[in-house]
Every structure is written in structure tokens, then in C-alpha cells.
């Protein structure tokens, strides 16, 4: 129990080193804000067009009487709307993490420079376009996971009474894992920790994981939470990937001179080159 407490205390942690932190607050909201522009499109079109889609996909009902048709295709939109929703919800954070692969990278980087004792934090020797392959490839493996998490959950809901209390507990621990796979995988891979190996190092520690992860996946429920909550999520994370690794962190670690002290373009920062992983 002890973990779990610590896993929502690096939640917080990582919520307070953004609002200390201005301009890396700001920067990291940009990723969270394009896709939401991208999925509020696509569900916008859903719902304009969506009724149209259904009808060119189903010819075979043209000839029904009324008013089976109507409700048929009703039924059908209606589906496919849900569906959609339900995808974006599940997809939000992975896709927000490839978008914002440089943006994130540099505040994960920013707070381990923050909270390292010596002032620096390992870095990647990887091109971009090699780390946004590895992110992408690792995050879809992990979208096909939990997708089949999801499905097993959804046919154990039609159990009675425990389908409709124990099981949708089980699945926002579930939904707290991934999600914290995820996030973790910022730091992680930039330490060279490959998906098998974060997903071994999460499960030695599922209390600690499960305190972070879970009630950021019920916050992430409610409309745009997300896109706000995504840089301390961040900052967060890296905090828990130290732990996980056992690096040594410094506490209470903040911006007594206003700056943020991990900006490298802030003349009273002079963090020293980063060790080479």
C-alpha cells in the first residue's frame, strides 16, 4: 500500500513541477492541443457525415419499409459514434506521445536536470527520426494489448453483478498500466530501456504503477482533461522512472529565481553536457 500512495505522490509531484514551471507547462501543451484538434475533426465529420457512411455501407437495406430502416441505420450511426469516442479515448495518449515525441522528450529531459543531484540527465544518441520509429512501433504494441484487455473485460461485463462492479474496477487498473507504460516510456527510452524491459520493470512494481496510472486514467474520462494534464503526466512519469531504476533524486527541487532552471536559454542555467547512454 505503501507503493500505491508514492505512485499518485509522483502523480502530484509531476502536476506541481509544470505549475512551477511556466514556459515548460506551456510548451508541453502543444502536442495534447493538436491532437485534440485532430480527434474533435474526425468525430465532427463522424457526426455530420456519419449517417451517410452507414448508408453507403449498407445497400442491402435500401428496400426496407419504415420504419425498420430508420432505426437500423439509427442504431448503426449511433454504434459507429460510440465506437469512435471509445477509440479516442483509448488512442488519445498514445498518438498525443508520437505527436509530441521532441516536445516531451525536451521537459523529460528538463526535469531530470531539475531533480538529478548533478544537475544532468541522460540523453539519447538516437536521430529523431529513429526515436519517433521506436515510439510509434512500441506504442501500437501496447494499443494492440490493451485492446485485447479491453475485448476479454467487455465479455466478462456480461457476467452478473460481477461484470458490473468488479470488472470495470479491474479495467481502470488496466487502463492505469498501459497508461502509465506510456508515459514512463519517455524517460525509459531515452535511457536505451527497450518495451520488454519497461514492461518487466512496471511489473515488479504494480502498486507503485497502479497509484500513478489509475487515477490519471479516470481523470482522462472527462472531456480535455487530458490535453491539460498531459505535461504534468509527463514530468510525473519521469519522476517514477527514476524511481524505478533507482536513480538517486533530489527533493524539493524547485525555480527559486523564477527561471525555469532547465531551460538551456536561461543565461543564470548552466547545466553541463549530458551524459551519453
Known amino acids: 500500500m505503501r507503493d500505491l500512495g508514492a505512485g499518485f505522490g509522483h502523480l502530484l509531484k509531476g502536476q506541481r513541477w509544470v505549475a512551477r514551471h511556466g514556459r515548460s507547462y506551456g510548451f508541453g501543451l502543444v502536442p495534447g492541443l493538436i491532437t485534440l484538434v485532430l480527434y474533435v475533426g474526425v468525430l465532427v465529420a463522424l457526426a455530420l457525415w456519419g449517417e451517410d457512411f452507414v448508408g453507403w455501407a449498407t445497400p442491402f437495406a435500401d428496400d426496407w419499409s419504415s420504419p425498420w430502416l430508420g432505426l437500423f441505420r439509427g442504431f448503426l450511426t449511433a454504434v459507429l459514434f460510440a465506437l469512435a ?5 483509448l488512442t488519445f495518449t498514445a498518438v498525443t506521445l508520437l505527436v509530441g515525441q521532441p516536445f516531451y522528450e525536451a521537459l523529460s529531459e528538463r526535469v531530470d536536470r531539475d531533480v538529478s543531484p548533478d544537475g544532468t540527465a541522460p540523453e539519447s544518441d538516437l536521430p529523431l527520426w529513429r526515436e ?3 515510439s510509434g512501433r512500441d506504442s501500437l504494441r501496447i494499443v494492440v494489448r490493451a485492446a485485447l484487455w479491453g475485448v476479454l473485460l467487455f465479455a466478462l461485463g456480461f457476467i452478473p453483478v460481477v461484470g458490473q462492479t468488479v470488472v470495470p ?10 497508461l502509465t507504460e506510456e508515459l514512463t516510456a519517455v524517460a525509459l527510452q531515452r535511457r536505451g530501456v527497450e518495451l520488454r524491459e519497461r514492461l518487466a520493470l512496471l511489473r515488479s512494481r504494480r502498486m507503485l504503477v497502479w497509484g500513478f496510472g489509475t487515477p490519471l486514467g479516470v481523470s482522462f474520462l472527462v472531456p480535455f482533461v487530458a490535453v491539460f494534464l498531459m505535461p504534468g503526466a ?7 522512472a527514476r524511481e524505478l531504476l533507482g536513480e538517486e533524486t533530489r527533493d524539493n527541487a524547485d ?6 532552471p532547465a531551460d538551456p536559454a536561461d543565461p543564470a542555467v548552466s547545466p553541463g553536457p549530458p551524459p551519453r547512454h
Open 255 to 260: 525555480d527559486r529565481t523564477g527561471n525555469d
Open 234 to 240: 509527463v514530468a510525473g512519469a519521469t519522476l517514477l
Open 132 to 134: 519517433l520509429w521506436i
Open 85 to 89: 469516442l471509445l477509440l479516442a479515448v
Open 169 to 178: 474496477v479491474i479495467g481502470f487498473f488496466v487502463t492505469g498500466f498501459f
